[in-house]
Structures are given as structure tokens and as C-alpha cells.
């Protein structure tokens, strides 16, 4: 059993920086691939970034050179890094853990309860 908390998330022009945290309960927190995903108003959750358990990553391409995930396994706690924001990175950010690198929502087993950021242009 993995519990999950997102935090970081906030408001901030068009161009500016958030970092969102995602702790984690649990001693098998190294274990699980983890993985960020967005929703904004009407549209369904989308794949932002996700890291193995060893550290390898992978970006959906609407982020990747912007945004960059971690993980800290000594603390329990993944990180997203997001620079050169977008309106259009508007969303709910969710925090989810799975076995191996998944970019699908389904095969998340964890999720957190997700972090409002806002990009005003």
C-alpha cells in the first residue's frame, strides 16, 4: 500500500517556474515507477513525465526540454520540475506510482490527490 501527497502547485506568469512534490508512505516507494500526469476542465487526464525505479525518464513531447522529473527514494518523494510555463499548462497535476514505466493512466495503482497549477498569460 502506497499513499501518496502532491504539493507545490500555485499560480505564476507565463514563463515562470513551479516545482510540485509528490511524498509518499510506504517502504516500497523505491520499487514503483512513478508518474506525472495533468487534468485540465473538460479533458481527460493526460501523460506528463514518469521515472523508473532506477531513475530512467521519459516526457511527453508537449514538455520535454521544459520539465523535468526525479525522484528522491531516501525521502519517499518524486519531483517535477517545470520551467518556461505555459497557459496551457493549466491543470490538475496528479502523482501516481505503478510497476515499470507507464505513460497510460490505467496502470497507475496510486494516486495522489493532485496540485492546482495555474499559468497566467
Known amino acids: 500500500q502506497v499513499q501518496l501527497v502532491d504539493s507545490g502547485g500555485g499560480l505564476v506568469q507565463a514563463g515562470g517556474s513551479l516545482r510540485l512534490s509528490c511524498a509518499a508512505s510506504?517502504?516500497?516507494?523505491?520499487?514503483?515507477?512513478m508518474g506525472w500526469f495533468r487534468q485540465a476542465p473538460g479533458k481527460e487526464r493526460e501523460f506528463v513525465a514518469a521515472?523508473?525505479?532506477?531513475?530512467?525518464?521519459y516526457y511527453a513531447d508537449s514538455v520535454k526540454g521544459r520539465f523535468t522529473i526525479s525522484r528522491d527514494n531516501a525521502k519517499n518523494t518524486v519531483y517535477l520540475q517545470m520551467n518556461s510555463l505555459k497557459p496551457e499548462d493549466t491543470a490538475v497535476y496528479y502523482c501516481?506510482?505503478?510497476?515499470?514505466?507507464?505513460?497510460?493512466?490505467?496502470?497507475?495503482?496510486?494516486w495522489g490527490q493532485g496540485t492546482q497549477v495555474t499559468v497566467s498569460s
Open positions: 501516481g506510482a505503478a510497476y515499470g514505466l507507464q505513460t497510460q493512466v490505467a496502470p497507475y495503482d496510486y
Open positions: 510506504g517502504r516500497t516507494f523505491s520499487s514503483y515507477a
Open positions: 521515472i523508473t525505479s532506477g531513475g530512467s525518464t
